[in-house]
C-alpha cells in the first residue's frame, strides 16, 4: 500500500453501489483501495452492509482494509454538520453522508486532499459549503476512462 498517494477519494454509498456494478469500476476501486487512494468511512461500511445480499454490500464486507475507523473528532463534526445542514442530509440516524464530510473536512489540509465521490447534491451542497472538493461518480468514471 502506498504511503504517500498521489489522490484520495472518500466514497458515499450510492457511489460504491454504481461502481461495483461493473467490472471496470469494481476493479478501479480496488486499486485505488490498495493505494491507499480510497477510503470509506466506517458509517458508509454500516450503511453498505445492512442491504445484506447486494453486490456493493459483499464488495464493501470483502474490502474491509479500505475502512477508516470512527474517531471522536469526526463523530462530533458529523454530528454538527448534520444539525447545522439538516435540510440538505439524509434525515436517518445512521445516514452515513454526515461522517463522510466530517472525515473528508478534518483530513482536507493533507495531501493529498481527500475529494468525496457522491452523485447526493446535498452532499455536494455541503461540500460546497465546507470547502471540500467533491466529484460525481460519471465524472469520477470520466477521469479515469471507464
Same mark, same amino acid.
Given at each position: 500500500?502506498?504511503?504517500?498517494?498521489?489522490?484520495? +477519494?472518500?466514497?458515499?454509498?450510492? @457511489?460504491?453501489?454504481?461502481? =461495483?456494478?461493473? #467490472?471496470?469500476g469494481?476493479?478501479l476501486?480496488? /486499486?485505488? #483501495?490498495?493505494?491507499?487512494?480510497?477510503?470509506?468511512?466506517?458509517?458508509? /461500511?454500516?450503511?453498505?452492509?445492512?442491504?445484506?445480499?447486494?453486490?456493493?454490500?459483499?464488495?464493501?464486507?470483502?474490502?474491509?482494509? +479500505?475502512?477508516?475507523?470512527?474517531? /471522536?473528532? =469526526?463523530?462530533?463534526?458529523?454530528?454538527s454538520?448534520?444539525?447545522?445542514?439538516?435540510?440538505? +442530509?439524509?434525515?436517518?440516524?445512521? @445516514?452515513?453522508?454526515?461522517?463522510?464530510? @466530517?472525515? @473528508? =473536512? !478534518?483530513?482536507?489540509?493533507?495531501?493529498?486532499?481527500?475529494?468525496?465521490?457522491?452523485?447526493?447534491? #446535498? =452532499? /455536494?451542497?455541503?461540500? !460546497?459549503?465546507?470547502?471540500?472538493?467533491?466529484?460525481?461518480?460519471?465524472?469520477?468514471?470520466?477521469?479515469? #476512462?471507464?
Amino acid at each position: 500500500m502506498a504511503d504517500n498517494p498521489a489522490r484520495c +477519494f472518500y466514497a458515499d454509498t450510492n @457511489a460504491i453501489i454504481a461502481l =461495483v456494478k461493473t #467490472g471496470p469500476g469494481r476493479q478501479l476501486l480496488e /486499486q485505488l #483501495g490498495d493505494r491507499n487512494e480510497l477510503r470509506i468511512p466506517k458509517a458508509v /461500511q454500516r450503511e453498505a452492509t445492512r442491504r445484506r445480499e447486494t453486490e456493493a454490500a459483499r464488495w464493501v464486507r470483502d474490502h474491509k482494509r +479500505f475502512v477508516m475507523p470512527t474517531t /471522536q473528532d =469526526v463523530a462530533a463534526l458529523a454530528f454538527s454538520l448534520a444539525s447545522h445542514h439538516e435540510r440538505l +442530509f439524509t434525515t436517518s440516524p445512521s @445516514a452515513a453522508d454526515p461522517e463522510l464530510v @466530517a472525515a @473528508a =473536512v !478534518l483530513h482536507r489540509d493533507r495531501q493529498p486532499t481527500p475529494t468525496i465521490l457522491s452523485d447526493d447534491t #446535498g =452532499v /455536494q451542497a455541503v461540500c !460546497l459549503e465546507e470547502n471540500v472538493p467533491y466529484a460525481t461518480v460519471r465524472a469520477f468514471q470520466h477521469i479515469f #476512462g471507464i
